[in-house]
């Protein structure tokens, strides 16, 4: 079952604009991540937070993650067209061992 | 260090035969996972294993299998085909725990006709 929701589902900017996105969750957590897909691939892992965290930074990515809330925001700056791609957030409960619960993913378009 | 090896790439099959898809996780690399995902659906996990033991299930039919070697290498194994069964089949490995990061391949897009 899918325990992350994204939103928005669908996102169209233009190139050099910044691109946020966001993840909600149910349960406790030990762990968020962020992965992107390009089309018809598989997915590459960007970013993981740990729930005693924050916020992170990798390059022109930003996570904050807010446990209180249960939610969780991934900023990608200055955004390129090779950053097109679906963004999928996916967390490890502390209650499911062995398994990550995904969101259903963000599909990111960056116009030229 | 090789990624992880999926194979093969694409696949066509119709409706009532099985099927055996094979993953190489990266060398080191202990568990592996297996998604299926389709675009309504999103990413639905079907099964982990570490070291040889399937140590977390999904909510598949049981005609969805999977097992490991001792080399770590994974096959999933889809018996009686159906239409919904076509997807891309997405494995993963990690080092010990999927709950940690997580090294994709790229898929087998399966069609079933």
């Known amino acids: 079952s899918q325990q992350g929701e994204e939103d928005p589902q669908a996102l169209s900017i233009q190139e050099g604009e910044n691109a946020t996105m966001n993840c909600s969750y149910k349960?406790?957590?030990?762990?968020l991540q962020w992965y992107r897909q390009n089309s018809g691939r598989g997915l590459v892992h960007l970013i993981l937070?740990?729930?005693n965290e924050r916020e992170k930074h990798s390059g022109r990515l930003r996570v904050t993650l807010d446990t209180s809330k249960k939610s969780s925001s991934l900023l990608i700056t200055a955004s390129r067209a090779a950053d097109t791609a679906s963004y999928f957030c996916?967390?490890?409960?502390?209650?499911?061992?062995?398994?990550?619960?995904w969101g259903a993913g963000t599909k990111l378009i960056i116009k030229p | 260090k090789a990624g992880v090896t999926q194979t093969p790439r694409y696949l066509i099959k119709t409706r009532g035969q099985q099927v055996t898809l094979s993953c190489s996780p990266i060398?080191?690399?202990?568990?592996v996972s297996w998604y299926q995902q389709t675009p309504g659906q999103g990413l639905q996990f079907l099964f982990e294993?570490?070291?040889?033991?399937?140590?977390n299930k999904g909510n598949f039919p049981g005609r969805f299998s999977g097992r490991q070697f001792s080399n770590s290498r994974s096959e999933m194994n889809v018996s009686t085909l159906e239409l919904g069964d076509s997807a891309l089949y997405l494995c993963?490995?990690?080092?010990?725990?999927?709950?940690?990061?997580?090294?994709f391949g790229s898929g087998t897009q399966l069609s079933v006709l």
């Open positions: 294993y570490f070291s040889e033991t399937q140590r």
């Open positions: 937070i740990r729930s």
């Open positions: 993963a490995s990690s080092l010990l725990s999927p709950n940690e990061k997580l090294f």
């Open positions: 996916a967390t490890a409960s502390m209650d499911s061992n062995y398994q990550l619960i």
């Open positions: 349960t406790s957590i030990n762990n």
């Open positions: 060398s080191g690399h202990r568990s």
